[in-house]
């Protein structure tokens, strides 16, 4: 069967939440129609709600009239209707902590969220305060314990690349926006997630002047 997907998002250079889902869907080569919607205008609100229940975006349109607008729930979505893809590791095991750590990222890490907000083009290095430090030091444990439990299968967090991945690029955005130096090990899975071909499509769509 041919899907239909349209994806509503926000402004590409700060709309972190709807990169998950975007990003997701390049990676994973499933085709869709998008629309952009600019935030932090007056008529952003109006705007998002002739498509968003919520009032927030992203949001996953199906040809078939669903909506869903939640990044994790359409990632889940995904991973329902296309499980050749394999969105999920395969293991049972790591798609368990796969699970977790993404549920972790979509509840959590609220002050690095309000103190480092995603900025594509922004090179604006400073350093965290208390909170985000907290989370950045947690962040950085995720990233080290799934690295060293799955290298061996290739540069991605769980080895292969994951719905996990997705939900972790707003933060590979931050770091590199905000400066923040990383040990070899960490710095290597930023760059598999910076350079990867559904990054560099979104920077470039967010107004990011690419070298070469
Ligand atoms: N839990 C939601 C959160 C989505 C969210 O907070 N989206 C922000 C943009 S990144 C939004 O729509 N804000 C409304 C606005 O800026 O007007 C998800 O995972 O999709």
């Not at 390049?26 to 009032?55: H, K, N, V, W």
């Amino acid at each position: 069967m041919e899907w239909d997907f349209t994806l509503v998002i926000g402004t590409k250079n700060w709309s972190s939440w709807s990169l998950r889902p975007w990003y997701l869907m390049r990676m994973a080569g499933i085709a869709f129609r998008e629309i952009e919607i600019p935030l932090r205008t007056a008529d952003s609100p109006a705007a998002i709600r002739q498509y968003s229940p919520s009032g927030l975006v992203p949001v996953l349109k199906t040809g078939d009239g669903l909506t869903i607008w939640d990044s994790l729930a359409i990632a889940e979505f995904l991973a329902d209707r296309f499980p050749a893809l394999q969105l999920w590791p395969a293991d049972s095991r790591a798609r368990a902590v796969a699970r977790s750590v993404s549920a972790e990222m979509h509840a959590g890490f609220r002050d690095l969220r309000i103190e480092w907000p995603m900025d594509i083009v922004g090179r604006t290095p400073r350093a965290p305060g208390e909170g985000a430090a907290r989370d950045i030091a947690r962040i950085c444990a995720i990233w080290r314990e799934a690295r060293q439990a799955y290298s061996a299968d290739g540069p991605f967090l769980f080895g292969r690349f994951s719905i996990a991945d997705a939900m972790y690029a707003p933060v590979v955005s931050r770091f590199i926006t905000y400066g923040l130096a990383l040990d070899p090990e960490l710095a290597a899975y930023r760059d598999t997630i910076w350079t990867s071909p559904g990054m560099l499509a979104w920077r470039q769509a967010a107004g990011e002047v690419l070298p070469g």
